[in-house]
């Protein structure tokens, strides 16, 4: 059985930074499409990165330049490194696994952790 458990949201300011941390239990390849989607009060679930078994990474244009997604296979654990955050980057950040190639579609992904919250003040 696939579990996702997030962590590292938080608050912070705008200009700030966070780490989240997703460890995968069950997923026997971590080499398979991971992302990260988020959901702020009032609105739909978006695509936030992914990244695919041949490590390629994507970007939703909003946070190009300032978040990065990475996996570390070893640790079965996948990040995303935010940076410069804004108060429009607030919601409940979520991690996601789906077999084959990525999307921007949340209802491709099976599996999905609890959700992290993040908060960033102006």
């Known amino acids: 059985q696939v579990q996702l458990v997030e962590s590292g949201g938080g608050s912070v300011q705008a200009g700030g930074s966070l780490r989240l941390s997703c460890a995968a239990s069950?997923?026997?390849?971590?080499?398979?499409?991971m992302g990260w989607f988020r959901q702020a009060p009032g609105k739909e679930r978006e695509g936030v990165a992914t990244?695919?078994?041949?490590?390629?990474?994507r970007y939703t244009d909003s946070v190009k330049g300032r978040f990065t997604i990475s996996r570390d296979n070893a640790k079965n654990t996948l990040y995303l490194q935010m940076n410069n955050l804004k108060p429009e980057d607030v919601g409940v950040y979520y991690c996601?696994?789906?077999?084959?190639?990525?999307?921007?579609?949340?209802?491709?992904?099976?599996?999905w952790g609890q959700g992290t919250q993040v908060t960033v003040s102006s």
């Open positions: 996601a696994a789906k077999h084959g190639v990525c999307s921007w579609y949340q209802y491709e992904y099976p599996y």
């Open positions: 990244i695919d078994e041949y490590d390629m990474l």
């Open positions: 069950g997923y026997s390849n971590m080499r398979r499409c």
